[in-house]
Antibody, heavy 120, light 107 residues
Framework: EVQLVESGGGLVQPGGSLRLSCVAS????????MSWVRQAPGKGLEWVSV????????FHTGSVKGRFTISRDNSKNTLYLQMNGLRAADTAVYYC?????????????WGPGTLVSVSS | EIVLTQSPGTLSLSPGERATLTCRAS???????LAWYQQRPGQAPRLLIF???SRAAGIPDRFSGSGSGTDFTLTISRLEPEDFAVYYC????????FGQGTKVEIK
């Protein structure tokens, strides 16, 4: 059974940093792209970042470029999102999501999410 | 960037009724790259349909998808109580984008 479990969310002041983690199990982690998708309170879904199975390729949505970094440790089956320079607009539930097959952006399993709140 | 517009914003129906949800793209999308997700209250989204018409694993056959070009449809043939949720379409060919969602609520 595929499981994705996020951690690391919390309350942070504007300009602060957080690192999210996602531990994966139930599939061959290093053969699947992984992404972070976020959802602001009461809003829709927004893709944030993706990393290839090997970790060699990463992409971020424009609003987080230069502030967020996605990475993975395939020896630990763990995905990360380093978030710096946080803004109020980054407040959201962040979901760790698994890419289906060879697709970068088709998401077949989602974690329960971790809430990031940016406020003074 | 492609924009996906879903309609209606809210659909009020009774259990057993048929639901038809629409997703319109600002430019042509390959039908291979169109997906639908369901999000129940308080839960993470789950993949329902990919490739515009293929059901994901474990999805009941009352869910079906169709469409091509700029117009795509998700149909739920007979609504079950657990189907009342928010549905999102997504383009996943490149620069992934989601529609704003359609809420299916109990009438």
């Amino acid at each position: 059974e595929v499981q994705l479990v996020e951690s690391g969310g919390g309350l942070v002041q504007p300009g602060g940093s957080l690192r999210l983690s996602c531990v994966a199990s139930g599939f061959t982690f290093n053969t699947h792209a992984m992404s972070w998708v976020r959802q602001a309170p009461g809003k829709g879904l927004e893709w944030v970042s993706v990393i290839s199975g090997s970790g060699g390729d990463t992409f971020h949505t424009g609003s987080v470029k230069g502030r967020f970094t996605i990475s993975r440790d395939n020896s630990k089956n763990t995905l990360y999102l380093q978030m710096n320079g946080l803004r109020a607009a980054d407040t959201a539930v962040y979901y760790c999501v698994k890419g289906r097959g060879a697709w970068l952006y088709l998401f077949d399993y989602w974690g329960p999410g971790t809430l990031v709140s940016v406020s003074s | 960037e492609i924009v996906l517009t879903q309609s209606p914003g809210t659909l009020s129906l009774s259990p057993g009724e048929r639901a038809t949800l629409t997703c319109r793209a600002s430019e042509s999308v390959s039908s291979r790259y169109l997906a639908w997700y369901q999000q129940r209250p308080g839960q993470a989204p789950r993949l329902l349909i990919f490739g515009s018409s293929s059901r994901a694993a474990g999805i009941p056959d009352r869910f079906s998808g169709s469409g091509s070009g700029t117009d795509f449809t998700l149909t739920i043939s007979r609504l079950e109580p657990e189907d009342f949720a928010v549905y999102y379409c997504q383009q996943y060919g490149s620069s992934p984008v989601f529609g704003q969602g359609t809420k299916v609520e109990i009438k």
